[in-house]
């Protein structure tokens, strides 16, 4: 029985184990899956994939997908989806992205159109962000940002992002971190 020991508490320890690894995995699981109606902030595990992968089934190199559902500053639902199969994008014209995606292209514009996302709506309150420039300046970026579609006027000195925009510049800004 003395040779069956030092076998017996190895096996106790691969136990203790197995069971702390399959614990692990099961807080992994449940963390990554939501409750029904309850809200995650960051899902790690892939739920949009599976479905455009059977949306594109006949698609031979496959396609992309962008998706948002976000409340705007009014108080109302904004939800956009795009999908295009992958020799769709390739094949389009992409110089015609230029002069909206440049618009963004900028730090200035970039900060503006990021209060506007805040909650600023008007040019006097932009004029008081640090380090944007003169109000002929800011005037300057937010028309090369209405330009491009990025923004829209809604009275004398008063802009906004277009609901239709919305989730579209979160996923540009999204998709250009590292």
């Given at each position: 029985?003395g040779d069956l020991a030092p076998s017996w508490d190895a096996?106790?320890?691969?136990?203790?184990?197995?069971?702390?690894?399959?614990?692990?995995?099961?807080?992994?699981?449940?963390?990554?899956?939501?409750?029904?109606?309850?809200?995650?902030?960051?899902?790690?595990?892939?739920?949009?994939?599976?479905?455009?992968?059977?949306?594109l089934q006949e698609v031979a190199r496959g396609g992309v997908?962008?998706?948002?559902?976000?409340?705007?500053?009014?108080?109302?639902?904004?939800?956009?989806?795009?999908?295009?199969?992958?020799?769709?994008?390739?094949?389009?014209?992409?110089?015609?992205?230029?002069?909206?995606?440049?618009?963004?292209?900028?730090?200035?514009?970039?900060?503006?159109?990021?209060?506007?996302?805040?909650?600023?709506?008007?040019?006097?309150?932009?004029v008081e962000l640090e380090g944007l420039g003169t109000t002929?300046?800011?005037?300057?970026?937010?028309?090369?940002?209405?330009?491009?579609?990025?923004?829209?006027?809604?009275?004398?000195?008063?802009?906004?992002?277009?609901?239709?925009?919305?989730?579209?510049?979160?996923?540009?800004?999204?998709?250009?971190?590292?």
């Amino acid at each position: 029985m003395g040779d069956l020991a030092p076998s017996w508490d190895a096996l106790v320890g691969q136990v203790a184990e197995v069971s702390r690894r399959l614990s692990e995995l099961e807080e992994r699981v449940q963390s990554a899956t939501p409750e029904p109606g309850a809200e995650a902030a960051s899902i790690e595990a892939y739920w949009a994939l599976p479905k455009l992968r059977e949306r594109l089934q006949e698609v031979a190199r496959g396609g992309v997908i962008f998706t948002g559902s976000v409340v705007g500053l009014d108080g109302e639902l904004v939800e956009w989806e795009r999908s295009e199969a992958t020799e769709s994008v390739l094949s389009s014209d992409w110089s015609e992205a230029a002069d909206t995606l440049g618009a963004l292209g900028h730090p200035v514009r970039l900060r503006l159109i990021q209060a506007l996302a805040g909650g600023r709506t008007a040019v006097t309150e932009l004029v008081e962000l640090e380090g944007l420039g003169t109000t002929g300046q800011i005037y300057h970026h937010l028309r090369q940002l209405v330009s491009a579609g990025w923004l829209e006027t809604t009275g004398r000195g008063q802009y906004q992002i277009p609901p239709s925009r919305l989730v579209p510049l979160l996923v540009v800004v999204t998709g250009a971190r590292r």
